[in-house]
C-alpha cells in the first residue's frame, strides 16, 4: 500500500492548510488512518486518526478544535484540515495506515506517506 500526501506549504498564524492522503489501493478503506507529525531530530508524534468508517477520530490535545480529520473512501483519501496554525505546528506530517482500530502509537501502523512539510511563520 502506498500513500502520498500533499497540501503542505506555508501558512500565516491563524491561517489554514488542509492536507491530503490518497492511497493506491482499496484496501486503505478497510482499515483506519492517522497523521503524524515530525520535528527535526524528534520522533513522530501523533496527530489524529480516524476509524474506516470514519464515525469515531481521536486527536492530540493541542490540536483539538483547531484540526480536522475526515476520509473519504470512494477516493482512498484521508484528510487533515488545519485552522488557526500555530508556530509550533510547524513540521513534516505524515499520514500513515494499519488494519483494524486506529492507535496513537506510530509503531502499529505499517504503511506511511513520504511526508509533507507544513510551516507557519508570518
Known amino acids: 500500500l502506498q500513500l502520498a500526501e500533499s497540501g503542505g506549504g506555508l501558512a500565516l498564524p491563524g491561517g489554514s492548510l488542509k492536507l491530503s492522503c490518497t492511497a493506491s489501493?482499496?484496501?486503505?478503506?478497510?482499515?483506519?488512518a492517522g497523521w503524524f507529525r515530525q520535528y527535526p531530530g524528534k520522533e513522530r508524534e501523533f496527530v489524529a486518526a480516524?476509524?474506516?468508517?470514519?464515525?469515531?477520530?481521536e486527536y492530540q490535545d493541542s490540536v483539538k478544535g483547531r484540526f480536522t480529520i475526515s476520509r473519504d473512501n470512494a477516493k482512498n483519501t484521508v484528510y487533515l484540515e488545519m485552522n488557526n496554525l500555530k508556530p509550533e505546528d510547524t513540521a513534516v506530517y505524515y499520514c500513515?495506515?494499519?488494519?483494524?482500530?486506529?492507535?496513537?502509537?506510530?509503531?502499529?501502523?505499517?504503511?506511511w506517506g513520504q511526508g509533507t512539510q507544513v510551516t507557519v511563520s508570518s
Open positions: 489501493d482499496r484496501a486503505f478503506s478497510n482499515g483506519a
Open positions: 500513515a495506515a494499519k488494519e483494524g482500530y486506529f492507535s496513537p502509537y506510530h509503531g502499529d501502523y505499517t504503511s
Open positions: 480516524i476509524t474506516w468508517t470514519g464515525r469515531t477520530t
